[in-house]
């Protein structure tokens, strides 16, 4: 019961401890017994007080591995797809390798992690909004408005990950209050999570002044809305038995229609827009792109985690995405975000043809000329260039031996250094003036795009094309391709419209999730159905070249399985005992 009691009590006292204000020498209450009338009425303190619903909400860039000795750490979706895979072959032995080996334990450990963090910041927000007569008229508006928008954002966040959970609207304490609360059905949670969203919205403002960017408004409320109908639109959420692991028909194409509303409303607001790229060579146009991941906040940024400007890791939200992305030849010893061959091949070519199309003219001796421009943003290949370094990603017949390059060549003395397991490196969000060195505490500080206006048009896009309105999801489509200066579609298959959307996403967060979506979880993210691929490029002394494709994780190294049961993650155990929930099915207490 004590461990209930902190999982659902968020105590005030804890809430202050660290919390200052300018004029707070001249406080007689110790920081860690401040009353509560204190806290509603200030508005320093209440600015503290809501900094966790942010901290919390997701990860960012703050993305370290965890291995047997760390413990649990935070997780990046796209790992688990087959977009990206790490370096150093110990993660596979910790909770990073068990949960891709769909081991039970470790998952029920990233559940409750998970169920825990959702929880607190509810019961939070719950405690804030039955004081809100207290609080200061100054910032009403807005205080208010953030509850509302994140009680909504942590129920999106459980119904993705659980399906319908208990839906908490105050603060819960089971020593004192026997109530047992039910599984909410997905129309409930649908219902709950909007409703709260259009609450935030009618408090917020369409754009922040300077001093708030980073917090949500209007067109973020209306953008959380979409996508929570436009993921129970999914496949695998219709004509389910239990209420709570979707809905008992088809409601798919309602919820599109739905969110098409939403959207409107988002680019009604007209804050939001792709960035131009003004360029017109391959080089101007990847220079380009890989800014827009590098600029905070800008017009085709929605919603995005804020990470410390001064990029510190030890003091502030800074992270370490550069540091652990880096290939041996700048000093990076973690290759954190390997490519997969699975990935470079879904880059069409220059004219807009599949490698495997008829008259495509891909070269499978020269597989790197002339492919789709993002690719040269987003990828690290044997002779890309990085900060003036040409990348060396082969090896080298010498006296019979196969000598691997500089950058498959482990950095310093270190029996932990990695280097890339698939022959590439990441080139997309990474900033090439970023300084990697021996100080661990400072790190990279460009923000985590959760959400942005391209991922709107192809939500859009798919909209259009499930309604069968295909031209309107060509247009949009061309939209984004014109944008990067690769030449428009004639028509649009299914395929196509999958393909520009793991390729403008790439290794954006987005793409594990809509595996999900789709219902393709099982195959995509399952060695046996889709090994990860990778490339070994051997040079003999004559200068002649072999290129093979060795499975890199997959069906012969590292097993990867996804199963059916996966699209629920378990309950937290003792809610389930306490509440008397039915648990999703296939999870066995650990």
């Known amino acids: 019961m004590k461990f209930k009691t902190l999982r659902y009590i968020v105590p005030l006292a804890i809430a202050a401890i660290g919390l200052s204000s300018c004029n707070s020498m001249f406080r007689e209450e110790p920081y860690d017994k401040l009353p509560s009338t204190v806290i509603w009425g200030d508005e320093h303190l209440l600015d503290e007080y809501v900094l966790p619903w942010y901290r919390n909400m997701d990860p960012g860039f703050y993305t370290f591995v965890t291995t047997i000795m760390k413990g649990l750490g935070s997780e990046y979706e796209p790992w688990y797809t087959d977009q990206l895979t790490v370096?150093?072959?110990?993660?596979?032995?910790?909770?990073y390798g068990n949960i891709l080996k769909s081991m039970q334990q470790d998952i029920t450990t990233r559940a409750r992690t998970e169920w825990f963090n959702c929880y607190t910041q509810i019961n939070s927000i719950n405690t804030l909004l039955q004081n809100q007569d207290q609080l200061p008229a100054s910032v009403r508006n807005r205080v208010l408005g953030e509850a509302h928008?994140?009680?909504?954002?942590?129920?999106?966040?459980?119904?993705?990950?659980?399906?319908?959970?208990?839906?908490?609207?105050?603060?819960?304490?089971?020593?004192?209050?026997?109530?047992?609360?039910?599984?909410?059905?997905?129309?409930?949670?649908?219902k709950f999570i909007c409703d709260e969203a259009e609450e935030a919205a009618n408090l917020l403002p369409?754009?922040?002044?300077?001093?708030?960017?980073?917090?949500?408004?209007?067109g973020v409320c209306y953008m959380l809305k979409a996508k929570t109908y436009f993921w129970v639109a999914g496949e695998h959420f219709q004509n389910q038995e239990k209420g709570w692991h979707g809905f008992?028909?088809?409601?798919?194409?309602?919820?599109?229609?739905?969110?098409?509303?939403?959207?409107?409303?988002?680019?009604?607001?007209?804050q939001y827009d792709l960035i131009p790229i003004n360029g017109n060579t391959r080089d101007e146009v990847v220079a380009e792109y890989r800014n827009i991941f590098l600029t905070k906040n800008s017009r085709e940024s929605i919603w995005e985690v804020q990470h410390a400007n001064d990029g510190n890791f030890s003091n502030?939200?800074?992270?370490?995405?550069?540091?652990?992305a880096a290939a041996p030849s700048f000093g990076g010893t973690v290759a954190a975000y390997n490519p997969t061959q699975n990935h470079v091949d879904e880059y069409r070519m220059e004219n807009g043809k599949r490698i495997n199309e008829s008259g495509s003219g891909y070269d499978k001796k020269n597989p790197y000329e002339n492919r789709d421009w993002r690719f040269y943003a987003n990828i690290l290949y044997d002779g890309a260039k990085w900060k003036g370094h040409v990348m060396d990603l082969h090896y080298t017949v010498v006296d019979g031996k196969e000598v691997p390059g500089e950058d498959l060549t482990k950095y310093g003395t270190s029996t932990n250094a990695a280097v890339s397991r698939t022959g590439y490196y990441m080139a997309k969000f990474l900033n090439e003036n970023q300084a990697i060195n021996t100080d661990e505490t400072y790190?990279?500080?460009?923000?985590?795009?959760?959400?942005?206006f391209a991922e709107l048009l192809l939500d859009y896009a798919e909209i259009d094309f499930k309604k069968g309105r295909i031209g309107a999801a060509l247009e949009k489509v061309n939209t984004i391709r014109r944008r990067v200066k690769m030449p428009a579609l004639s028509s649009l298959t299914w395929e196509d419209l999958m393909n520009e959307r793991r390729v403008e996403l790439a290794f954006e967060k987005t793409s594990y999730w809509d595996l999900l979506r789709w219902n393709i979880a099982e195959t995509y993210m399952t060695g046996s159905t889709n090994?990860?691929?990778g490339v070994k490029i051997v040079e003999k002394a004559n200068g002649t070249r072999t290129i093979t494709n060795p499975v890199v994780n997959g069906r012969n190294t590292v097993v990867r399985y996804f199963r059916a049961i996966q699209y629920y993650y378990p309950l937290d155990w003792d809610d389930v005992r306490y509440h008397g929930l039915e648990q999703n099915p296939g999870w066995i207490e650990m």
């Open 316 to 324: 502030s939200n800074g992270h370490k995405l550069d540091r652990e």
């Open 531 to 533: 090994p990860l691929f």
């Open 206 to 218: 369409v754009s922040n002044t300077d001093g708030a960017v980073g917090r949500p408004t209007k």
């Open 443 to 452: 790190g990279s500080s460009q923000n985590c795009i959760l959400w942005r």
């Open 87 to 95: 370096g150093r072959s110990e993660w596979y032995s910790g909770d």
């Open 248 to 270: 008992p028909d088809n409601r798919s194409i309602a919820m599109l229609d739905k969110a098409a509303e939403e959207y409107d409303r988002v680019i009604a607001t007209g």
């Open 149 to 190: 928008f994140f009680r909504a954002w942590y129920y999106y966040t459980m119904l993705r990950r659980f399906g319908g959970v208990m839906i908490l609207t105050r603060t819960y304490d089971p020593l004192v209050d026997d109530v047992k609360f039910p599984r909410a059905t997905y129309e409930e949670m649908v």
